[in-house]
């Protein structure tokens, strides 16, 4: 918990860390699922709330900062625009 607020207060992604130490096949995995969740009309957006909603320790240092979610929305992004 206090290395995700480390990242978070030093402006780091969690999201692009996490997929950052992901092996090839992971983010290929990753990218397939994120992409046919989009495909049904489920927005990144709903993605990552479902991430703090799983991980209830993430959703204070999302809403703490200004932005901070709209950063992470914005790596998820960039990840599917990577493959």
Not at 34 to 62: F, H, K, S, Y
């Amino acid at each position: 918990m206090d290395n995700l607020k480390i990242l978070a207060n030093a402006g780091r992604s969690i999201v692009g860390t996490y997929l950052n130490g992901c092996s090839p096949q992971e983010k290929a995995a990753y990218r397939r699922d994120l992409n046919a969740l989009l495909q049904m009309g489920i927005t990144t957006d709903t993605v990552l709330e479902e991430v703090a909603r799983q991980m209830p320790e993430i959703a204070p240092i999302m809403e703490s900062q200004q932005d901070y979610k709209k950063t992470e929305l914005r790596e998820l992004e960039r990840f599917l625009k990577e493959g």
